[in-house]
């Protein structure tokens, strides 16, 4: 493996959510640690399951594992990280500033943004402190700051002043006073990450174009704030049979090869090294080793007989209900690369051939599913809106009004909020909310929504909400309806979350769910999208695979999901009409 060649002191794995970032880092732990080397592996995982991996509790602190000589570990929980650093910033003022104002910080201090804050303010005394780690030769983590957090943390920590000044603004990451001592140590940190005789950078990326597009993006995001010493792992690679091949072991193996053919230009020059996906749960040193070609990787349990399966729902059985409305506004929702566009689309076109007029919008980059349905259905239009070009508009317009007062280092303090992945969901929801009036006539179908964070921040700070409110008040109409009272309302709206039937996945949908709850949003369902156990594959790995969706299905069926469908994988890229409807039915197309 070319990522550990050399391994300097401190190793990150970054990557976006179920890629197996937890996997490797506790591999790459497990192999440096059977080579003599002492190594901490620390976890800023919210769903960390390092404990269950070694078959053992650790927590908080640092912990001796009984099962590896010369491994330790470290859990940091995020959120507890992210509850003190609010309790920190929102404690002095309360009882001093108006309640509203109150609940504005709070809300600019509940996104995803704070919570790595708090969580980097954990972790970089590891990377400072020397007598935290004097006893390692390695510490490993298995997640790793974005660039925008340290951009952020590189700024003067004027955050305070700057919130005074603008209490209205939409921002999504909140003031940084409450990190103002630590500031200095956040330098060093910085610095340590930078240096490449001391840190390396795991870009860990499965082999599909979406995955590799988003590693991509993180790759130019790190090395354009100097942390240029980067290695990609392509981890979960469906490896090459003989005999007991079937058409959708041949299918996965035809698009992964694909995706790696089409690897973004930037990532090419890096180190790369492909992983193969395992055809068992990586729980245990067996399974650990076997990950990284330590030891053999055959074997695994047997696949669960199909007469023990419980029977399935279909998104057909979903549709059938949303039919029964006539008209309302469908939103899917879910973290990327689960798949959220395929299945706009096919509930679109489901619709629409049932005869009901649709409206499919998304801001999907990759448009070849509204170029594959327009036209195909009379009753059914796709529109789709310009991510980038709607973000720089608000960005403008913001910088323009917010901005034009500011001093150098207020506008360098605006011009990074504005870079925030909540900054893109606000601008694009501005453009759907044009679209989602229709919805009292049609069905509007709209893709990638923002999150309840973003809608609740836009809510706080008037950003249309109260501005509708008032202006609607003023003009003497009586009874009004605003976005967010649509969104609340479920016989108008209703919110289907999409998820794999993955660990990490799961999680990340169940803590969007509670973030739409905070925000008076329920979601009417769940869709586990590309699931192997809703298909009948012959494939020994991939039926092995199959057997270990099952508790995350139950899972969702019976903490998360108030309806639930199950979406298999399909041997074809569902694109066009007929693959759609497929898709829809629960037809394993092969």
């Given at each position: ?8 002191r ?5 990557g ?36 269950q991996?070694?078959?053992q ?8 594992l ?16 992210a ?8 404690g002095?003022v309360?009882?001093?500033?108006p ?5 504005g ?29 004097e ?8 997640t ?33 006073a ?8 956040y ?42 010493r ?16 079937d058409?959708?072991?041949a299918?996965v193996?035809?698009?992964e ?16 090294d492909l ?7 990586l ?6 080793r ?13 696949p ?20 029964a409305?006539g008209?309302?506004l ?8 689960v ?6 689309a096919?509930?679109?076109t ?23 349905l327009?036209?195909?259905?009379e ?29 150098a280092?207020g ?40 999150t309840?964070?973003t809608l ?15 202006h ?6 009586a ?13 108008q709206?209703?919110?289907l979350?999409v ?9 990340e ?15 009417w ?8 156990a ?40 569902p694109v ?14 092969r």
């Amino acid at each position: 493996m070319l990522f550990l060649d050399g391994a300097p002191r401190y190793l990150f794995f970054t990557g976006k959510g179920g890629v197996g970032k937890t996997s490797l880092a506790c591999a790459t732990a497990v192999r440096l640690a059977g080579a003599g080397r002492r190594v901490l592996l620390v976890s800023t995982d919210p769903a960390s399951n390092v404990g269950q991996v070694f078959g053992q509790t650790i927590g908080n602190r640092v912990t001796r594992l009984a099962a590896v000589e010369g491994l330790s570990a470290l859990e940091i929980d995020p959120q507890a990280a992210a509850q003190a650093y609010r309790d920190r910033i929102v404690g002095p003022v309360r009882g001093v500033l108006p309640d509203d104002v109150v609940r504005g910080i709070e809300e600019q201090l509940s996104g995803a943004c704070t919570t790595e804050i708090a969580a980097f303010d954990e972790f970089t005394g590891l990377l400072t402190d020397a007598k935290l780690t004097e006893g390692f030769d390695h510490v490993i983590f298995d997640t790793a700051p974005t660039g925008h957090t340290i951009r952020l943390l590189q700024l003067p920590g004027a955050w305070s002043g700057f919130l005074d000044a603008n209490p209205d603004g939409a921002s999504c990451l909140g003031p940084l006073a409450g990190l103002e001592k630590q500031r200095e140590q956040y330098r060093a940190a910085v610095s340590a990450l930078a240096d490449p005789e001391r840190t390396r950078l795991v870009l860990v990326a499965r082999a599909q174009s979406s995955t590799l597009r988003e590693v991509a993006r993180t790759h130019h995001e790190l090395a354009a704030i100097g942390l240029t010493r980067q290695f990609l792992v392509i981890n979960g690679v469906l490896p090459a049979v003989d005999g007991d091949e079937d058409s959708l072991a041949a299918a996965v193996r035809r698009r992964e090869r694909a995706a790696l053919d089409a690897v973004p230009d930037v990532l090419r020059g890096l180190p790369t090294d492909l992983v193969p996906l395992m055809p068992f749960n990586l729980v245990g040193l067996p399974a650990l080793r076997a990950l990284l070609g330590d030891i053999d990787a055959t074997g695994g349990a047997a696949p669960e007989p199909e007469s023990q399966r419980p029977s399935l729902p279909t998104l057909a059985g979903l549709i059938d209900e949303l039919a029964a409305d006539g008209h309302g506004l469908v939103m899917l929702m879910g973290k990327g690369g689960v798949g959220k566009t395929t299945l706009a689309a096919t509930v679109a076109t489901e619709l629409a051939a049932r005869g009901f007029p649709v409206h499919l919008t998304t801001s999907d980059p990759a448009a070849h599913l509204a170029e594959t349905l327009e036209g195909s259905l009379e009753n059914l239009t796709v529109s789709r809106i310009d991510p980038h070009a709607e973000t720089e508009r608000y960005r403008q317009h913001v910088l323009d009004t917010k901005g034009k007062d500011l001093d150098a280092q207020g506008r360098a303090l605006l011009e990074e909020d504005l870079r925030s992945p909540c900054t893109e969901e606000i601008a694009v929801f501005q453009a759907f909310s044009r679209i989602i009036r229709e919805a009292g006539r049609k069905f509007v179908v709209m893709d990638t929504a923002p999150t309840g964070h973003t809608l609740l921040l836009l809510d706080a700070t008037g950003a249309y909400h109260k501005e509708i409110a008032r202006h609607m008040d003023k003009s003497g109409v009586a009874h009004f309806t605003t976005p967010m009272m649509q969104l609340q309302d479920p016989a108008q709206t209703k919110v289907l979350l999409v998820t794999l039937a993955e660990t990490t996945p799961v999680l990340e949908a169940a803590n969007l769910q509670a973030d739409l709850r905070r925000a008076g949003i329920e979601p009417w369902a769940w869709i586990i999208n590309n699931s192997l156990a809703a298909t009948p594959t012959t494939s020994p790995i991939l039926r092995r695979r199959a057997q270990q969706e099952w508790p995350q299905i139950e899972a969702v069926r019976e903490h998360h999901a108030r309806r639930i469908a199950l979406v298999p994988m399909q041997a074809d890229e569902p694109v066009g009409i007929e693959l759609l409807r497929a898709l829809a039915e629960g037809v394993a197309v092969r």
